[in-house]
C-alpha cells in the first residue's frame, strides 16, 4: 500500500523575500481554479539546456536531485533539490541544468482554468519521503487501474490544498510585516545609533508595544532587543 498524503511535507514557514516566488496581493491563485484534469505524470532527467516557446500544459514539477535555472520573461528561478515549480500554461521559457551532475525530477502535468497565472517556486520539508513518494507515484501512474489514477488523483489534490493554505499564510505574513515595516526600515538606517531604542519603537507603527513586538517576533525569530544587539555584534565581528 503507497502512502501518498501529502499533508506536512511542505515547510510551514515561507520565505518573502523573493517577489517572483510570492505576489503577494490577495489574490490566491489556486483558490479558485476550474475545469482540473491531471493529464500525466513524468519522471526524467533535466537536459542541459531546453526552450519551451508555449507549455501546453500546467505543471508542478519536483526536483528529487541536482539543480536546474529557469528562465521566464518575468524573472529567473534557480530550483534546487527538494523544491517545487508552478509553471503555468501557455509560458515560454528555457532551462538550464546547473551542473553536470544527476539532475531528477517528476513533473505534474494537468489542465485547469487558472487565473492569473505565474510561475511560482515551493520548498518542500521532508525531502526523504517525497522523494520516495513521487517515485512511487510515477509506477502508479504507469500502470494504473482505476484505484491508482484516482490515488494520483487524491495526490494532485493534496498539493492543491496545501500550496492554498501556503499563498493564505505568506499572504498574512507579508500584512503583518507592512505594520512593521516602518520600525524595522527606521532600525536599518540607524542601527548603531545609540538613541535607538527598541523600546519606542512601536510608536512609529502605530501599534502597542505588545503587538509590536509579537509581530516582530513572528517574522525574524527574535524580539526586537535581541535583534538589534546581534546586528550591532555581527559588525563588530566583522571590524
Known sequence: MYLLKLYGFFETHIELSCSFCYNVVGDFMFENIENIKLLDIIAGSSSLYMTTTCRSNHGFVFKLSGASRYDFRSGIVDLKEGEMIYIPKGTAYTVRRSSE???RYVALCFDAVISNAEPRLYPMNNFSDINHICSNLVRLWLFRSKSDEYKCISFFYDILSQICEMDKAAYRSSQQYQLIEP?????????FDSSLKAQ?????????????????????????????????????NTI
Open 101 to 103: 551532475c544527476d539532475s
Open 183 to 191: 520600525a524595522v526600515e527606521y532600525m536599518k538606517a540607524h542601527i
Open 200 to 236: 519606542t519603537l512601536h510608536e512609529l507603527c502605530g501599534i502597542s508595544g505588545t503587538y509590536f513586538r509579537k509581530i516582530f517576533a513572528s517574522q525574524f525569530g527574535t524580539s526586537p532587543q535581541k535583534y538589534i544587539i546581534n546586528k550591532r555584534l555581527t559588525q563588530a
